[in-house]
């Protein structure tokens, strides 16, 4: 078995991408420290704006989730260039790329400047901590070297600091010392020296073998973790995955479910719950699978873990991580390279030279 040789996974995983997943709770606990004493500026925001794509840009999303139900102060994540009309001298932008040199990311700091926003930059290096230092805007710097997904758990907690200083949210010290704890335990119970007898990550990560994976989210408060398990699923096992989330799946898209065993698809459904969720998300869940899901080749629930609404959303995300590795590895596939955006940014580059060319 593949995934309880340690010799294979070394072979197979030449980006330590397991690695990297294990030390999620290190990096969660860096992340809150980084955004600890930098200076933030002197405006108490009316909204919040995160800029971001990709690896970086999930942070936004679920920042929003953690924070939506404590603060008065919206955060609206944007994956893209264009900052929202509204955006001006009261709103507070966190300015997103690992790299540093993400095209859109980049705009939408000079965007936010031309605004005249109060700007924190988040980032590895680049173009974008030369901007942010050249302005005097506060940077975060992020630990160089990871592919930006792997950033993504001390770029979310430095967020999340961020946002505890502004009085955004009630997630404090002990919140997180409680989360790196619960992710801790995980890493271990989850990781590759877990056989897969014992370990839960392995164990799905052989059951969505030759499946399309369809990952459902049992609230809107757990959407973003289930987009999260969608693109880990893209980028480390290379796959396509669908996602969604209740209650709105139970508007539309159950009903495509119909036609699935004459299309010939191998779905496979994973349900994120949380035991925070009310009983009414709870039944739904249940009805829907009787009446909807049959033609799955199977339906799996996970439940977070931990008691702090932190260490619940990550323990989730962290799960999707294994998972997604383990995957790959079934597959004999290395999860850290993603050639085909790099072959896209490359191209896209070249684009307006092509164009202007006789």
Known sequence: MVLDDRAALARIDAGHMLGQVGQFADFTARGWRAAEEISLPGVHPSVVVVAGMGGSGIGGQLLRSLVATTSGVPIVPVIGAALPAFTGRDTLVLVCSYSGDTAETLAAFDDA????????ALTSGG???????????PL????????????MPYQLPAMLRIAARL???????????????VLARLASAWGPNEPSGTNPAKQLAQRLQATLPVIYA??????????RWKTQ???????????????????????GW???????????????RDRDDEDRAAREVEVTRAVALQGAQGVEEV???????????????????????YLACLAEIDPTPITVIGEIKRRLQEAPRARGTP
């Open 140 to 151: 975060v710097l992020l630990p160089p070297g990871l592919p930006p997904r792997s950033a």
């Open 113 to 120: 400047q031309h605004r005249g926003a109060a700007i924190v």
């Open 258 to 272: 119909a036609r699935i065993a004459e299309s010939g698809l191998r779905l496979f459904v994973v349900i994120l």
């Open 303 to 325: 439940r977070s873990a931990g008691h702090g609404r932190l260490a619940r959303i990550l323990s989730l995300v962290l799960l999707g991580d294994f998972v997604s590795v």
């Open 127 to 137: 173009r974008l901590a030369e901007r942010a230092r050249a302005l005097g805007h």
């Open 218 to 227: 049992e609230s809107n408060d757990l959407a973003p973790v289930a987009y």
């Open 167 to 181: 009085r955004l949210t009630d997630i404090g010290d002990d919140g997180v010392a409680e989360a790196t704890q």
């Open 233 to 255: 699923l893209n980028e480390n096992a290379k796959t396509l995955a669908l996602w969604n989330a209740f209650p709105e799946l139970s508007h539309n898209e159950t009903v």
